[in-house]
């Protein structure tokens, strides 16, 4: 059993920046971000893979979002920069171990954090 705990969600101006957190208690083999905003289905965002580090991105967020690991602290980030309002949700942290995009494949999620994005 892996607990997954992110942190770093709050409120930012739009073109604001926010760094989530997502640490794991274990190791698997990929962790995403996922997002979820009111009355709307849980959608991908990104994901890294533990042993090479790739990389993979939603096309909303290409360009503008970074995901990224440390190894020693079995954390992974998710720079978020230009926010928009439509970045808004509360945002997931899931890990498993298949590489997917897909929310079915992750194995562990976190308790989520909110994101507000707004002037």
């Known amino acids: 059993q892996v607990q997954l705990e992110e942190s770093g969600g709050g409120l930012v101006l739009p073109g604001g920046s926010l760094r989530l957190s997502c640490a794991a208690s274990?190791?698997?083999?990929?962790t995403g971000w996922f997002r979820q905003a009111p009355g709307q289905e849980r959608e991908f965002v990104a994901r890294i893979s533990w042993s090479a580090g790739s990389t993979y991105y939603a096309d909303s967020v290409k360009g503008r979002f970074t995901i990224s690991r440390d190894n020693a602290k079995n954390t992974v980030y998710l720079q978020m920069n230009s926010l928009k309002p439509e970045d808004t949700a509360v945002y997931y942290c899931a890990a498993g171990f298949k590489l997917s995009s897909v929310a079915v494949h992750y194995d562990y999620w976190g308790q989520g954090t909110q994101v507000t994005v707004s002037s």
């Open positions: 274990g190791r698997t083999f990929t």
